[in-house]
Protein backbone atom coordinates (compact mmCIF):
# COMPACT_ATOMS: atom_id res chain seq x y z
CA UNK A 1 0.00 0.00 0.00
CA UNK A 2 2.77 2.32 0.55
CA UNK A 3 4.45 1.59 -2.38
CA UNK A 4 1.44 2.32 -4.44
CA UNK A 5 1.05 5.55 -2.74
CA UNK A 6 4.64 6.68 -3.55
CA UNK A 7 4.27 6.00 -6.88
CA UNK A 8 1.08 8.18 -7.15
CA UNK A 9 2.67 11.13 -5.31
CA UNK A 10 5.59 10.21 -7.79
CA UNK A 11 3.46 10.61 -11.09
CA UNK A 12 1.63 13.54 -9.41
CA UNK A 13 5.25 15.56 -8.70
CA UNK A 14 6.17 14.66 -12.32
CA UNK A 15 3.35 16.11 -14.13
CA UNK A 16 3.39 19.03 -11.72
CA UNK A 17 6.89 19.17 -13.11
CA UNK A 18 6.40 19.59 -16.66
CA UNK A 19 3.41 21.33 -16.56
CA UNK A 20 5.23 24.56 -14.57
CA UNK A 21 8.41 24.07 -16.64
CA UNK A 22 5.85 24.29 -19.88
CA UNK A 23 4.74 27.92 -18.18
CA UNK A 24 8.09 28.90 -17.28
CA UNK A 25 9.28 28.25 -20.78
CA UNK A 26 6.22 30.65 -22.41
CA UNK A 27 6.56 33.13 -19.44
CA UNK A 28 10.15 33.17 -20.84
CA UNK A 29 8.62 33.60 -24.87
CA UNK A 30 6.71 36.10 -23.41
CA UNK A 31 9.41 38.05 -21.44
CA UNK A 32 11.81 38.21 -24.85
CA UNK A 33 8.98 39.44 -27.38
CA UNK A 34 8.06 42.01 -24.91
CA UNK A 35 11.68 43.17 -24.79
CA UNK A 36 12.23 43.02 -27.94
CA UNK A 37 8.84 45.00 -28.80
CA UNK A 38 10.16 47.51 -26.48
CA UNK A 39 13.53 47.83 -27.82
CA UNK A 40 11.80 48.46 -31.33
CA UNK A 41 9.41 51.20 -29.55
CA UNK A 42 12.29 53.08 -27.92
CA UNK A 43 14.38 53.16 -31.25
CA UNK A 44 11.09 54.19 -33.08
CA UNK A 45 10.58 57.06 -30.11
CA UNK A 46 14.51 57.96 -30.04
CA UNK A 47 13.86 58.18 -33.98
CA UNK A 48 11.25 60.99 -33.98
CA UNK A 49 13.23 62.51 -30.63
CA UNK A 50 16.25 62.93 -32.97
CA UNK A 51 14.30 64.51 -36.32
CA UNK A 52 12.41 66.29 -33.76
CA UNK A 53 15.02 67.88 -32.74
CA UNK A 54 16.93 68.40 -35.84
CA UNK A 55 13.78 70.01 -36.75
CA UNK A 56 13.84 72.55 -33.86
CA UNK A 57 17.00 73.43 -34.72
CA UNK A 58 16.88 73.73 -38.45
CA UNK A 59 14.03 76.46 -37.62
CA UNK A 60 15.87 77.87 -34.96
CA UNK A 61 19.21 78.48 -37.46
CA UNK A 62 16.31 80.04 -40.28
CA UNK A 63 15.27 81.96 -37.36
CA UNK A 64 18.34 83.42 -36.58
CA UNK A 65 19.69 83.81 -40.01
CA UNK A 66 16.70 85.87 -40.57
CA UNK A 67 17.03 87.85 -37.85
CA UNK A 68 20.79 88.40 -38.46
CA UNK A 69 20.47 89.54 -42.06
CA UNK A 70 17.56 92.11 -40.80
CA UNK A 71 19.32 93.71 -38.21
CA UNK A 72 22.31 94.16 -40.26
CA UNK A 73 20.40 95.93 -43.38
CA UNK A 74 19.08 98.18 -40.27
CA UNK A 75 22.35 99.17 -38.91
CA UNK A 76 23.68 99.90 -42.66
CA UNK A 77 21.26 102.16 -43.16
CA UNK A 78 21.94 103.94 -39.82
CA UNK A 79 25.57 103.54 -39.59
CA UNK A 80 26.51 103.45 -43.27
CA UNK A 81 28.21 99.96 -44.76
CA UNK A 82 29.29 97.18 -42.75
CA UNK A 83 32.43 95.06 -42.56
CA UNK A 84 33.24 91.18 -42.58
CA UNK A 85 32.14 89.79 -38.97
CA UNK A 86 32.03 86.09 -37.58
CA UNK A 87 30.88 84.89 -34.35
CA UNK A 88 29.59 82.02 -32.28
CA UNK A 89 26.10 81.49 -30.47
CA UNK A 90 24.29 78.52 -28.78
CA UNK A 91 21.35 76.79 -29.85
CA UNK A 92 19.08 75.13 -26.80
CA UNK A 93 18.63 72.92 -26.08
CA UNK A 94 21.35 70.53 -26.69
CA UNK A 95 24.52 73.26 -26.32
CA UNK A 96 24.75 73.21 -30.02
CA UNK A 97 27.59 75.13 -31.36
CA UNK A 98 26.38 77.45 -34.58
CA UNK A 99 29.02 79.79 -36.31
CA UNK A 100 27.39 82.43 -37.76
CA UNK A 101 29.28 84.69 -40.77
CA UNK A 102 28.41 87.62 -41.65
CA UNK A 103 29.85 88.88 -45.92
CA UNK A 104 29.59 92.06 -47.55
CA UNK A 105 30.61 91.94 -51.36
CA UNK A 106 30.69 95.23 -53.17
CA UNK A 107 30.84 96.28 -56.52
CA UNK A 108 31.46 100.12 -56.54
CA UNK A 109 31.15 100.65 -59.98
CA UNK A 110 28.20 99.28 -61.03
CA UNK A 111 26.70 99.27 -57.49
CA UNK A 112 25.89 96.27 -56.50
CA UNK A 113 26.19 95.30 -52.75
CA UNK A 114 25.03 91.86 -51.16
CA UNK A 115 24.88 90.85 -48.04
CA UNK A 116 25.21 87.32 -47.11
CA UNK A 117 24.57 86.00 -44.01
CA UNK A 118 25.89 81.96 -43.20
CA UNK A 119 25.03 79.78 -39.97
CA UNK A 120 26.91 76.56 -39.85
CA UNK A 121 25.47 74.24 -36.85
CA UNK A 122 28.05 71.46 -35.78
CA UNK A 123 25.48 68.53 -36.85
CA UNK A 124 23.28 70.25 -39.58
CA UNK A 125 24.64 71.70 -43.31
CA UNK A 126 25.13 75.26 -43.84
CA UNK A 127 22.49 77.51 -44.05
CA UNK A 128 23.00 80.65 -46.33
CA UNK A 129 20.97 83.68 -47.08
CA UNK A 130 21.43 86.38 -48.92
CA UNK A 131 20.10 89.80 -49.80
CA UNK A 132 21.38 91.73 -53.31
CA UNK A 133 20.92 95.99 -53.15
CA UNK A 134 21.23 97.52 -56.34
CA UNK A 135 22.09 101.30 -55.72
CA UNK A 136 22.55 103.07 -59.28
CA UNK A 137 25.37 105.01 -59.81
CA UNK A 138 25.31 109.01 -59.48
CA UNK A 139 24.76 109.67 -63.39
CA UNK A 140 21.45 107.64 -63.37
CA UNK A 141 20.85 109.06 -60.11
CA UNK A 142 21.32 112.48 -60.89
CA UNK A 143 19.91 112.44 -64.74
CA UNK A 144 16.72 110.33 -63.19
CA UNK A 145 16.23 113.62 -60.77
CA UNK A 146 15.42 115.78 -63.43
CA UNK A 147 14.68 114.00 -67.18
CA UNK A 148 11.92 110.71 -67.98
CA UNK A 149 13.81 109.57 -70.68
CA UNK A 150 17.54 110.22 -71.44
CA UNK A 151 18.28 109.46 -74.85
CA UNK A 152 22.59 109.41 -75.69
CA UNK A 153 21.38 108.28 -79.37
CA UNK A 154 19.15 109.93 -81.77
CA UNK A 155 16.08 110.50 -81.57
CA UNK A 156 12.65 109.92 -83.74
CA UNK A 157 9.72 111.46 -82.21
CA UNK A 158 8.13 114.66 -81.08
CA UNK A 159 10.67 116.06 -79.12
CA UNK A 160 8.84 119.03 -78.54
CA UNK A 161 6.29 117.43 -77.15
CA UNK A 162 8.02 115.57 -74.38
CA UNK A 163 9.59 119.10 -73.54
CA UNK A 164 11.89 119.11 -70.10
CA UNK A 165 11.36 115.22 -69.65
CA UNK A 166 13.57 114.40 -72.71
CA UNK A 167 17.44 115.04 -72.28
CA UNK A 168 19.53 114.38 -75.17
CA UNK A 169 22.92 114.15 -76.12
CA UNK A 170 23.14 117.66 -76.37
CA UNK A 171 22.10 118.41 -73.45
CA UNK A 172 25.13 115.94 -71.88
CA UNK A 173 22.38 112.61 -71.89
CA UNK A 174 25.03 109.68 -70.65
CA UNK A 175 24.48 105.99 -70.74
CA UNK A 176 25.61 104.16 -67.64
CA UNK A 177 28.53 101.73 -68.59
CA UNK A 178 26.65 98.82 -67.98
CA UNK A 179 26.96 95.46 -69.25
CA UNK A 180 25.53 91.64 -69.19
CA UNK A 181 28.48 90.21 -67.66
CA UNK A 182 28.34 92.43 -64.79
CA UNK A 183 25.85 90.55 -63.37
CA UNK A 184 26.81 87.18 -63.85
CA UNK A 185 29.01 86.64 -60.91
CA UNK A 186 25.96 88.28 -58.35
CA UNK A 187 24.30 84.72 -58.65
CA UNK A 188 21.29 85.59 -60.60
CA UNK A 189 18.12 83.97 -60.71
CA UNK A 190 17.34 81.99 -64.21
CA UNK A 191 14.90 84.16 -65.66
CA UNK A 192 11.35 82.36 -66.40
CA UNK A 193 9.90 81.50 -69.32
CA UNK A 194 7.55 83.76 -71.01
CA UNK A 195 5.20 81.12 -69.87
CA UNK A 196 5.65 81.10 -66.47
CA UNK A 197 6.21 84.96 -65.91
CA UNK A 198 2.55 84.89 -66.82
CA UNK A 199 1.48 82.70 -64.42
CA UNK A 200 4.14 83.28 -61.45
CA UNK A 201 5.32 86.84 -62.37
CA UNK A 202 8.33 88.28 -60.44
CA UNK A 203 9.59 87.07 -57.50
CA UNK A 204 11.69 90.62 -56.37
CA UNK A 205 14.82 88.49 -57.40
CA UNK A 206 17.51 89.21 -60.21
CA UNK A 207 16.68 87.98 -63.46
CA UNK A 208 19.08 86.96 -65.99
CA UNK A 209 18.84 85.64 -69.47
CA UNK A 210 22.18 85.52 -71.29
CA UNK A 211 20.62 84.45 -74.42
CA UNK A 212 21.08 86.29 -77.69
CA UNK A 213 17.89 85.41 -78.90
CA UNK A 214 15.08 87.60 -78.33
CA UNK A 215 12.66 87.21 -75.63
CA UNK A 216 9.49 88.16 -76.41
CA UNK A 217 6.42 88.14 -73.81
CA UNK A 218 3.14 87.23 -75.68
CA UNK A 219 -0.21 89.74 -75.88
CA UNK A 220 -2.06 90.68 -73.36
CA UNK A 221 0.59 89.24 -70.72
CA UNK A 222 -0.02 91.10 -67.04
CA UNK A 223 3.26 90.44 -65.06
CA UNK A 224 2.94 90.82 -61.23
CA UNK A 225 5.87 91.61 -58.68
CA UNK A 226 9.02 93.38 -58.69
CA UNK A 227 12.49 92.58 -60.09
CA UNK A 228 15.85 93.23 -62.23
CA UNK A 229 15.87 91.73 -65.34
CA UNK A 230 18.70 91.31 -67.36
CA UNK A 231 18.51 90.46 -70.88
CA UNK A 232 21.67 89.67 -73.61
CA UNK A 233 19.54 89.73 -76.16
CA UNK A 234 16.71 92.17 -77.73
CA UNK A 235 13.33 92.46 -75.93
CA UNK A 236 9.61 92.46 -77.01
CA UNK A 237 6.59 93.16 -75.41
CA UNK A 238 3.74 92.64 -77.49
CA UNK A 239 0.49 94.66 -77.77
CA UNK A 240 -1.22 94.72 -73.98
CA UNK A 241 1.41 93.73 -71.97
CA UNK A 242 1.92 95.35 -68.32
CA UNK A 243 4.14 95.50 -65.38
CA UNK A 244 2.39 95.96 -62.64
CA UNK A 245 4.99 96.50 -60.09
CA UNK A 246 8.34 98.32 -60.04
CA UNK A 247 10.56 97.01 -62.62
CA UNK A 248 14.43 97.62 -63.66
CA UNK A 249 14.67 96.35 -67.17
CA UNK A 250 18.52 95.98 -68.64
CA UNK A 251 18.66 94.61 -72.37
CA UNK A 252 21.94 94.43 -74.28
CA UNK A 253 20.11 94.54 -77.63
CA UNK A 254 16.96 96.52 -78.27
CA UNK A 255 13.75 96.76 -76.42
CA UNK A 256 10.37 97.30 -78.79
CA UNK A 257 7.17 97.45 -77.78
CA UNK A 258 3.65 96.49 -79.02
CA UNK A 259 0.56 99.03 -78.47
CA UNK A 260 -1.22 99.47 -75.51
CA UNK A 261 1.47 98.45 -73.26
CA UNK A 262 2.01 99.64 -69.55
CA UNK A 263 4.87 100.60 -67.46
CA UNK A 264 3.82 101.41 -63.96
CA UNK A 265 7.24 101.63 -61.82
CA UNK A 266 9.82 100.73 -64.43
CA UNK A 267 13.53 101.71 -64.93
CA UNK A 268 14.78 101.03 -68.37
CA UNK A 269 18.22 100.88 -69.71
CA UNK A 270 18.24 99.90 -73.67
CA UNK A 271 22.11 99.61 -74.98
CA UNK A 272 20.24 99.07 -78.59
CA UNK A 273 17.68 100.48 -80.16
CA UNK A 274 14.31 101.65 -78.43
CA UNK A 275 11.02 101.28 -80.15
CA UNK A 276 7.85 102.31 -78.67
CA UNK A 277 4.32 101.53 -79.78
CA UNK A 278 0.79 103.67 -80.15
CA UNK A 279 -1.04 104.46 -76.78
CA UNK A 280 2.09 103.10 -74.36
CA UNK A 281 1.93 104.40 -70.77
CA UNK A 282 5.15 104.16 -68.77
CA UNK A 283 5.50 105.54 -65.58
CA UNK A 284 9.17 105.92 -64.62
CA UNK A 285 12.81 106.88 -66.34
CA UNK A 286 14.22 105.34 -69.51
CA UNK A 287 17.82 105.30 -70.71
CA UNK A 288 18.84 104.62 -74.30
CA UNK A 289 22.29 104.64 -75.93
CA UNK A 290 21.85 104.55 -79.25
CA UNK A 291 18.44 105.54 -80.73
CA UNK A 292 14.62 105.97 -79.84
CA UNK A 293 11.22 106.16 -81.59
CA UNK A 294 7.80 106.93 -80.18
CA UNK A 295 4.99 107.76 -80.94
CA UNK A 296 2.93 111.25 -80.52
CA UNK A 297 0.96 108.95 -78.21
CA UNK A 298 3.43 108.45 -75.62
CA UNK A 299 2.30 109.22 -72.12
CA UNK A 300 5.13 109.56 -70.17
CA UNK A 301 5.23 110.17 -66.34
CA UNK A 302 8.68 111.04 -64.73
CA UNK A 303 8.96 108.68 -61.25
CA UNK A 304 12.67 109.28 -60.14
CA UNK A 305 11.76 106.99 -57.54
CA UNK A 306 12.02 104.74 -60.07
CA UNK A 307 15.90 105.37 -59.34
CA UNK A 308 15.72 104.51 -55.93
CA UNK A 309 18.13 101.52 -54.34
CA UNK A 310 16.62 98.42 -55.16
CA UNK A 311 16.65 95.50 -52.63
CA UNK A 312 16.21 92.09 -53.43
CA UNK A 313 14.24 89.54 -51.43
CA UNK A 314 16.30 87.34 -48.86
CA UNK A 315 16.89 84.06 -50.76
CA UNK A 316 18.81 80.94 -50.26
CA UNK A 317 21.51 79.74 -53.16
Given at each position: ?202 GQRLYLRESLEPYR ?101
Open positions: MNKYLFWVMVRCFKLKSGRQGHAALLILVLVCFLGAAALLVSRLVLGEYLKAKEALSRQQVVFLTQDVLQCALQQELRQGKLEDTCWQTVLQPGQEKVEVRLTVTEAAALGLRRLQVAASPAMLPDYVLNQLRWSFTRVVRQQAASHALIVAGSLQGDAEKLGQLLCTSDEGAIFPDYAVGDFVPWQPHPLPTPVDLRTYGLINYGTNIPGEGIVIFGGDLVLEDGVTFNDRTVLFTEGSLTTGANVTLQNTLIFCKGRLSLGRNNKIRGVIFVKKEAFWYDDLILQHAPEAAAPFSTSAYLW
